[in-house]
């Protein structure tokens, strides 16, 4: 018993291991600003969300019909990150919202980092649709362990080991950061401006926060 809950454990004390990025316009629209420990969501259970509950999207498209887009020949979509500690887990980070995107019918989509962003028409910004589609992912009684994991097992064949882990840890702990983090006064309701808001508070990695800060000077 002893060694079971230290290796349900381990997933959360491991330390963490992000890429690195050869060039500050790479590591500024995918690299980590230790945003994960706060508002990450667990890789395998971040990719299977949108096929569990596309109801909870505006549209058909999965993550992209949050209008958050995808460059070519990169795993992640623009403005998020993938961080292993203990398993691999998905941030955010500026380029979220400090970013231009102009779609061309020929061409690879071009992207343009912004310092200031433009303040919203009345619209929610890209970070307050994307919490508000875990938000309510959180809150669906399908958000279990056993629903989740058949979903993960037609993407990825986890190890006995992991879907334990997943199954009494990793899914649970998830379900309950995300209705917990759901509480925080001001995220999707205005109250917070995401446009100034200091992206430090949110942030674990200041090395790789200075970075993408030094990016947009």
């Known amino acids: 018993m002893v060694m079971f809950v230290a290796a349900m454990g ?16 790479d590591h500024f629209l995918f690299g980590s600003i230790g945003a994960e420990d706060r508002t990450g969501v667990p890789y395998w259970i971040w990719l299977v969300l949108p096929r569990i509950f596309p109801e909870h999207l505006p549209a058909p498209g999965g993550y992209a019909a949050l209008g958050i887009p995808w460059r070519e020949g990169n795993e992640m979509p623009i403005g ?25 019918a020929s061409a690879p989509p071009k992207v343009t980092a912004i310092r200031t962003v433009p303040r919203s028409s009345g619209g929610p910004s890209p970070v307050q649709r994307y919490l508000a589609f875990l938000f309510a992912c959180a809150s669906d009684p399908r958000f279990t362990s056993s629903r989740i994991l058949a979903e993960i097992a037609t993407q990825h064949e986890l190890s006995m080991l992991e879907r334990w882990r997943y199954r009494f840890f990793v899914i649970p702990q998830t379900r309950r950061r995300l209705r917990d983090l759901a509480k925080t006064g001001g995220l ?30």
């Open 188 to 217: 999707l309701n205005g109250t917070v401006n995401w446009v100034d808001h200091d992206f430090a508070a949110w942030s674990t990695d200041v090395a790789g926060l200075k970075r993408a800060q030094d990016y947009l000077k």
């Open 10 to 25: 381990s997933a959360s004390c491991s330390r963490p291991s992000a890429p690195e990025f050869a060039s500050d316009e």
């Open 80 to 104: 998020f990150t993938k961080v292993t500690a203990g398993y691999p887990r998905v941030g955010i980070n500026c380029a979220m919202c400090h970013t231009v995107v102009e779609m061309r």
